[in-house]
Each structure stands twice: as structure tokens, then as C-alpha cells.
């Protein structure tokens, strides 16, 4: 019964962790999830990795119970000292496990932000790979610029490989100024980085067409958030039967290493630590600092 549940896509289960969790690079803290899986099928996905049929959907009955939890955690801190994350703000992430707007999430997710901003002075967070300025309403109040979201880029062509189910990418650049015009603070996650052969030449351009995309406004504001790609042979071995179109840039063994991570994702494999990925970070430093130059690192790894 449980299993045909998941594959409906929903289901009734409580929520039993109500607890946010420290995390220190997206956002400060992590709230407890309102969703785990995603209407989405990205082959990357480190979701996937920890559930043996797939990823699909489940959202919990309790968000009230998850909200009044995250509410008593943020009551608890003290005031904020400024860190990479934001300087003035606590800030948690609504969405760790799935995407915030895709459509049975959404709902939450506009529900998750009603209650931030009436309830605390936290902010809260999400990285979204779906487009679309009305999915977000126009921010009117007080409430301007208390929300951070998220914009997840990529070059498109690979997009267009490994994560097939999102939303094209110049949609997606597009939706950060509509957002940002309704009253969002919005940062770039450009979340996994994958080292194709042609990935300094697709960045450079990537980053040209979200220079000319974006208003002056939302240059005024942008950050970025970089993750070079994290893998995992399980699902490496699942990818092969669906997409193993994908797993051809993903997997490269050549010059990649195992890494036993402190979330407990097990063995995953990373670019290799010494002489692959300390010379891809210098290289997207560089190419983002002479495409972007207004766009700052929040972090990079
Ligand atoms: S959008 Fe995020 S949670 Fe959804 S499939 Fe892609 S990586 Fe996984």
C-alpha cells in the first residue's frame, strides 16, 4: 500500500524529524522537508541515490507541525552575525529534497512562505530549476526581499542531457529578473558543474547569455553558489538502463575519485581532489569573473 502511494505520487505519511539541520553554504540551516523525491528526473539527482525504486514524490500531511518546529528553532538563535550566506539574516532552506515549484509541490511551498513571512524574520530559501515569474506571487509588504530564490543554471545543450525534465534554460534565466521585479532577492546555483570536454567554451557562452538576460536590478543583487558534480556508482548503474546519455559526461572515471561524504550519501565519486578539481575551480573563477564581474561566489567546491 505504501509503494502504490509513492507511485501515485503522494502520500499520507507524518513527518517524523521536525528538527532543522545545521548546513552553512546554501543557507544556514535546513528545514525539515515538507517533500522528498521530485516530479523531475535529473540523472545527477542525490535524492535518487538513497531510495532503490526511483525517486518519486511524496509529500507530508504535517507541514503545520514542520513550520511551528522551524519557527521555535529560529527562536531559539542568536542574533546573526554576517557569513557567506547572508549577513544579516538566518536563513533556512525549504526545499533540500525536491523542487519547490514544480506543480504538487508548489502549493507548499507558497504556504512555507506565507508563514515565514508572517512568523519570523528568518529567510527562507530554495534552489528551483523550473521558470516562470507567476509561479512566485508579487512581494508587497515588508516582506520584499525576505525570500531568497535559487535560479539553478546550466549550459543548455548538457541541460538538455542530464536533466531533461526542467525548464529550458533562457526561461530560466529570464524568470531570475521576474522574480526579482516581484520583490525576491535571487542568486544563481550553478549546481553540478559537469566537466565535459567543451565545459569552458558552454560556461563562457552560459554566462554571456545570462549577462545579456539579466536587468540592471538583478545584476545589483545576484550571488552564486558552485558545486562541481558529485556522482554515485548506484545510480550510475540505474542511469545506464535510461539515460546512458547522460552517464557518458557524468561518469569519468579517469578523473574521478571516491569520497565517503558527511550526509551519508556513502561512496560517491567527486573530480579528483589534486590536479582536476583545484584547476577547474581556478577556471570558473576566472570565467565567471570575466563575464560577471558584479556576480560575487558566495561559495564554490
Ligand atoms: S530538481 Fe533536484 S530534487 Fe528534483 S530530480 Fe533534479 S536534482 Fe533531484
Given at each position: 500500500?505504501?509503494q ?5 505520487g ?13 548546513n ?23 535524492v535518487?541515490?538513497?531510495?532503490a525504486?526511483?525517486n ?21 538563535l542568536p542574533t546573526?552575525?554576517?557569513?557567506q550566506?547572508d549577513p544579516?539574516?538566518?536563513v ?14 508548489r ?9 515565514f513571512f508572517?512568523?519570523t ?5 530554495f ?7 507567476a509561479l512566485?506571487?508579487?512581494l ?7 525570500a531568497?530564490?535559487r ?8 541541460a ?5 525534465g ?8 529570464a ?13 544563481l546555483?550553478?549546481?553540478p558543474v559537469v566537466?565535459?570536454p567543451?565545459?569552458e ?9 545570462i ?13 552564486a ?7 554515485h556508482?548506484?545510480?550510475?548503474e540505474?542511469?545506464l ?7 557518458a559526461?557524468?561518469?569519468d ?9 558527511h ?7 567527486r573530480?579528483r581532489?589534486?590536479g582536476?578539481?583545484n ?8 570565467l ?7 556576480c560575487?561566489?558566495?561559495y564554490?567546491?
Amino acid at each position: 500500500m505504501y509503494q502504490a502511494a509513492k507511485k501515485r505520487g503522494r502520500s499520507d505519511r507524518v513527518r517524523k524529524g521536525l528538527a532543522p539541520k545545521p548546513n552553512g553554504r546554501s543557507a544556514d540551516f535546513i528545514m525539515a522537508g515538507f517533500a522528498t523525491g521530485c516530479q523531475l528526473a535529473c540523472g545527477y539527482c542525490y535524492v535518487a541515490r538513497h531510495r532503490a525504486f526511483g525517486n518519486p514524490l511524496e509529500t507530508y500531511s504535517n507541514l503545520d507541525a514542520i513550520l511551528a518546529a522551524t519557527k521555535r528553532h529560529w527562536q531559539r538563535l542568536p542574533t546573526k552575525e554576517p557569513n557567506q550566506v547572508d549577513p544579516k539574516y538566518w536563513v533556512y532552506d525549504i526545499g533540500e529534497n525536491t523542487d519547490c515549484l514544480t506543480p504538487a509541490v508548489r502549493p507548499l511551498t507558497l504556504r512555507t512562505l506565507d508563514y515565514f513571512f508572517a512568523e519570523t524574520q528568518a529567510k527562507p530559501t530554495f534552489a528551483t530549476k523550473v521558470a516562470g515569474g507567476a509561479l512566485l506571487p508579487e512581494l508587497t509588504g515588508p516582506e520584499r526581499g525576505m525570500a531568497r530564490v535559487r535560479a539553478s543554471l546550466m549550459p543548455a545543450a548538457l541541460a538538455r542531457v542530464v536533466e531533461a525534465g526542467t525548464s529550458p534554460v533562457p526561461a530560466r534565466i529570464a524568470a531570475v529578473n521576474e522574480w526579482v521585479a516581484r520583490g525576491y532577492e535571487v542568486h544563481l546555483n550553478f549546481s553540478p558543474v559537469v566537466a565535459t570536454p567543451t565545459w569552458e567554451a558552454d560556461y563562457a557562452a552560459l554566462f554571456g547569455q545570462i549577462d545579456r538576460t539579466l536587468t540592471a536590478e538583478a545584476k545589483a543583487q545576484v550571488k552564486a553558489e558552485v558545486i562541481f558534480l558529485t556522482h554515485h556508482p548506484r545510480a550510475h548503474e540505474l542511469n545506464l538502463s535510461w539515460n546512458p546519455e547522460a552517464e557518458a559526461v557524468l561518469w569519468d572515471p579517469a578523473r574521478q575519485e571516491g569520497k565517503t561524504t558527511h550526509r551519508g550519501d556513502g561512496d560517491v565519486v567527486r573530480y579528483r581532489a589534486f590536479g582536476v578539481k583545484n584547476r577547474l575551480v581556478e577556471t570558473f573563477r576566472r570565467l565567471l569573473a570575466d563575464h560577471l564581474r558584479y556576480c560575487p561566489i558566495r561559495y564554490i567546491f
